[in-house]
């Protein structure tokens, strides 16, 4: 084996140290012969040895005496020296470094599966994590969108005041958003509180009343038709306060609204007025709904002065509905303060989605230490591999494989253990949320996990680059190893 390790690399001389130590006679001859074979295939042979017999064997004695030479002698001819073409450098293509990163995978195949197992596991976490939140976000939206119209937003002057003059958006309000792009048309808005709703002997507070405006959806309304002049919608739970178990009874039957507002001297003034039930919507509690038209005349019975105080902006398409939320936030009063602040139910689903976002990537996050775990598995496998392969290592660079192939070769172990293990991950990832998206249907009507190609390719490249990292020391360590010390390597 020794002999062959030597020749392996096709050297033009061959130091054989004491090469039939410990044989018997039979053995001795044997390798004495292959020695003359050695020589006459054109390389100089040199052996150090103690036996006179082999010394005799050979062409040539040069003796040492304490270190020094004492006398050369030539016992006989030599061999014919023949003309030698050198070998090339074994450089280890890309294709061998692949071949031989999967043979070693498939010799440690056990071990190799349950590393590509546990990396698989934080991969999956993650990616979960990430479809889980885009699922729950577009669920969220769904639900809220399918009552108002996901492309009409509401603004209101940005003011923590209650008064009614700096609550009012104007004309020259509605021109200045108008002018924004992508913007098709912008509504005047009234919103109010605590109105009070009285039938016959029964009455109710309505924590919220609000103008109807292009937001609204027809489909928001159970039964009846959006209000008119002179009419009013109820929501659901609302009605009930009048009618537990039919509230839709209601519609067509005249309640009466009141509600407050202040006169020139700030003082407030009630204004009553009968309103027929044009329906009833599946809103929240306490929601009533009216049109702009309706609220003016209860203030001009009264002689109030009206303010709207909100603006439906409508924007063309659904894709520009972020960007121009966007420029209506950077918009300007003459103070330099920013005028406009996003309210109603647009603004909840951008807060919301926000927060839904945020909890899902920190979940992601606490996920992803297990890829710490996976990473420090890798590091540990592969230093035990440089121990187990150190003989292989040394007949590689004795072959003349250099070092950066030697490290080339360990980190394509890397990559394949951490492509494996993605690839696991997202077999796992679309089994779990196969089964959970058919529970979520058949319960809530929706897919609750979205699981996109961006996250796929997130979690391969994040795999291979974790497997990459956590090999580059063990990698780098064995492409130092040295040769001989490698062959001698017990």
Do not use: W
């Not at 043979?103 to 071990?111: A, F, G, I």
């Not at 839709?248 to 009630?270: A, E, F, W």
């Not at 250099?402 to 494996?420: P, Q, T, V």
Request: glycine content about 6%; some cysteine.
């Amino acid at each position: 084996m020794a002999i062959a390790r030597a020749l392996a690399s096709d050297p033009d001389i061959i130091i054989a140290d004491e090469p039939t130590g410990a044989l018997d006679s039979q053995n001795t001859q044997e390798i004495l012969t292959l020695m003359d074979q050695i020589a006459a295939d054109g390389k100089l042979v040199i052996c150090v040895t103690h036996s006179q017999e082999v010394a005799d064997h050979g062409t040539r004695i040069v003796h040492m005496a304490d270190g020094v030479i004492d006398h050369d002698t030539r016992l006989k001819d030599p061999f014919p020296v023949k003309e030698h073409v050198a070998l090339p450098a074994k450089h280890l293509s890309f294709t061998a470094m692949v071949k031989m990163a999967l043979k070693h995978m498939r010799y440690n195949l056990k071990r190799n599966l349950l590393i590509i197992f546990g990396a698989s596991i934080g991969i999956f976490s993650v990616i979960l994590m990430l479809g889980l939140g885009r699922g729950v976000k577009g669920y969220m939206n769904h639900e809220i969108y399918s009552q108002i119209k996901p492309t009409a937003v509401q603004v209101a002057q940005n003011t923590d005041s209650q008064d009614p003059k700096k609550l009012a958006v104007t004309q020259s309000d509605l021109s200045r958003l108008q002018k924004l792009s992508h913007v098709k048309k912008v509504q005047l808005g009234y919103y109010g509180s605590n109105v009070q709703v009285q039938r016959g002997n029964a009455s109710a507070t309505a924590q919220v009343m609000q103008t109807t405006t292009d937001q609204m959806l027809a489909k928001s309304i159970k039964k009846g038709q959006r209000p008119a002049t002179g009419e009013v919608v109820l929501g659901k739970d609302f009605a009930r306060k009048f009618n537990k178990k039919h509230p839709y009874r209601l519609i067509g039957k005249s309640v009466k609204i009141s509600i407050t507002g202040m006169n020139k001297q700030h003082l407030p003034v009630v204004m009553t007025k009968s309103l027929k039930v044009s329906g009833v919507s599946d809103g929240s509690a306490g929601q009533v709904q009216t049109n702009l038209t309706t609220v003016r005349q209860l203030y001009a019975a009264k002689k109030l002065t009206f303010h709207a105080n909100f603006a439906t902006v409508v924007i063309d398409n659904l894709q520009n509905v972020t960007s121009v939320q966007d420029k209506i936030k950077t918009l300007k009063a003459s103070n330099g303060k920013k005028q406009y602040q996003l309210t109603g139910a647009g603004a909840l689903v951008s807060t919301l989605n926000t927060y839904i976002q945020l909890a899902f990537y920190v979940l992601a996050a606490i996920a992803g230490i297990s890829l710490l775990v996976s990473a420090i598995m890798i590091i540990v496998v592969l230093y035990i591999s440089v121990s187990e392969r150190t003989k292989e290592i040394g007949i590689l660079r004795a072959l003349g494989v250099r070092r950066k192939d030697i490290r080339r070769l360990f980190l394509s172990e890397a990559f394949f253990l951490g492509l494996f293990s993605s690839v696991l991950a997202l077999t796992f990832t679309e089994l779990v949320a196969y089964f959970a998206n058919n529970v979520a249907t058949k319960y809530i009507g929706y897919s609750i996990i979205e699981i996109t190609s961006n996250y796929m390719i997130f979690g391969i490249v994040v795999a291979i680059i974790i497997s990459l990292l956590a090999a580059l020391a063990p990698a780098g360590q064995d492409s130092k190893l040295d040769p001989i010390e490698s062959l001698a390597y017990e």
